[in-house]
């Protein structure tokens, strides 16, 4: 059964940076691409960034040139690091991993900005 467990959310100030953690259960490899999904208050969850198997990249618009998708092999773990936070980042970030007609979802993480 594949896990995905994540971590690294919290509370922050406008302007500052969270990193979110993903620790999946099996070789990240194994997925034809992984991703982090947002959920802000009384909205609809959308996707933020995904990284392919491959290593391509791709991020929705607000986010770009802030947000970075990375993943590390060797723990297999992807990693979201969010710089420049702004208020409407609020919201419960979730990370997903495909495989096939399957899609995987841990159970989600608090991301807050605040002053």
């Known amino acids: 059964q594949v896990q995905l467990v994540e971590s690294g959310g919290g509370l922050v100030l406008p302007g500052g940076s969270l990193r979110l953690s993903c620790a999946v259960s099996g070789s990240i490899f194994s997925f034809n691409a992984m991703g982090w999904y947002r959920q802000p208050p009384g909205k609809e969850r959308e996707l933020v960034a995904r990284i392919m198997s491959g290593g391509d990249t791709n991020y929705v618009d607000s986010v770009k040139g802030r947000f970075t998708i990375s993943r590390d092999s060797a723990v297999n773990t992807v990693f979201l690091q969010m710089n420049s936070l702004k208020p409407e980042d609020t919201a419960v970030y979730y990370c997903?991993?495909?495989?096939?007609?399957?899609?995987?979802w841990g159970q989600g993480t608090q991301v807050t900005v605040s002053s």
């Open positions: 997903n991993a495909q495989r096939g007609k399957n899609s995987y």
